[in-house]
């Protein structure tokens, strides 16, 4: 069977409860024995509240550029191409860059567990995204 999405049909906002500001996910395989596959959209500067997945999450860059932080760690950049393998109950949160777009196809393993929004502060320690952009 081939998804195809040329429309909006599968698409929805990302809920402010969980997100700040814009994205939107477009639905690939709805929740099957615990597996959600999900390609987000991040507008410049939007990103997920802090969040842990409980059997763990793997997401993979399609296009733009992004950042990806775990709990304790200082933010690192995500690029096209780029693949992450979050591990069962580790705190992180991911997002587009601060002037740049993310597109990540996101396989969720058991249920998420949503937390507390990124603060600006948080969002602000981040490093560019774009490689050879300077301040
Ligand atoms: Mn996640």
Redesign the pocket.
């Known amino acids: 069977m081939i998804i195809r999405h040329a429309n909006t049909e599968h698409a929805a906002p990302a809920k402010p409860s969980q997100f700040t500001g814009r994205a939107v996910g477009d639905s690939i395989l709805p929740a099957t024995d615990g597996v959600i596959i999900n390609t987000m959209t991040f507008e410049p500067g939007a990103r997920?509240h802090w969040?842990?997945?409980e059997h763990g999450?793997i997401?993979s860059v399609v296009t733009g550029y992004g950042l990806i932080c775990t709990a304790g760690e200082a933010p690192e950049a995500l690029r096209p191409g780029d693949w992450v393998w979050?591990p069962p109950g580790e705190r992180?949160?991911?997002g587009a860059g601060p002037d740049t777009f993310l597109t990540h196809t996101?396989i969720?393993l058991g249920a998420?567990q949503w937390s507390d929004e990124v603060s600006a502060e948080e969002y602000a320690s981040a490093p560019h995204t774009v490689e050879g952009e300077s301040e």
Do not use: D, E, V
């Open positions: 997920t969040h842990t997945h999450q997401l979050i992180h949160w991911h996101a969720s998420t």
